[in-house]
């Protein structure tokens, strides 16, 4: 079992910065590719970005490519997203999760956290 608990969302004007930490529960976090997740008020959840067990490697959506990066840190049991050049269409809850194989598609993740807000406002 796997608890994910997320922070640092809040409000921030566009073309501001957000680093949002996931901190996971258990001595296991290592064996997991994690993954960040939002979802907008009347939308259906999105893939954000994904880093692999080791972070040797990345994956990002179009809409966030070039703007977030992801990472984490095994020794802390935390995955960050670093979201840099914000826009307003980026508002959204994000969520963290956990699952056993890499990839963007939201059932391949086992483990969610409960998320954080992020606001952007123009």
């Known amino acids: 079992q796997v608890q994910l608990v997320e922070s640092g969302g809040g409000l921030v004007q566009a073309g501001g910065s957000l680093r949002l930490s996931c901190a996971a529960s258990?001595?296991?976090?290592?064996?997991?590719?994690m993954a960040w997740f939002r979802q907008a008020p009347g939308k259906e959840r999105e893939f954000v970005a994904t880093?692999?067990?080791?972070?040797?490697?990345?994956y990002y959506a179009n809409s966030v490519k070039g703007r977030f990066t992801i990472s984490r840190d095994n020794a802390k049991n935390t995955v960050y997203l670093q979201m840099d050049s914000l826009k307003p269409e980026d508002t959204a809850v994000y969520y963290c999760a956990a699952g056993r194989v890499f990839g963007s598609s939201g059932p391949l993740y086992d483990y969610w956290g409960q998320g954080t807000q992020v606001t952007v406002s123009s």
């Open positions: 258990g001595r296991t976090f290592s064996s997991y590719a």
């Open positions: 880093i692999s067990r080791s972070g040797d490697s990345t």
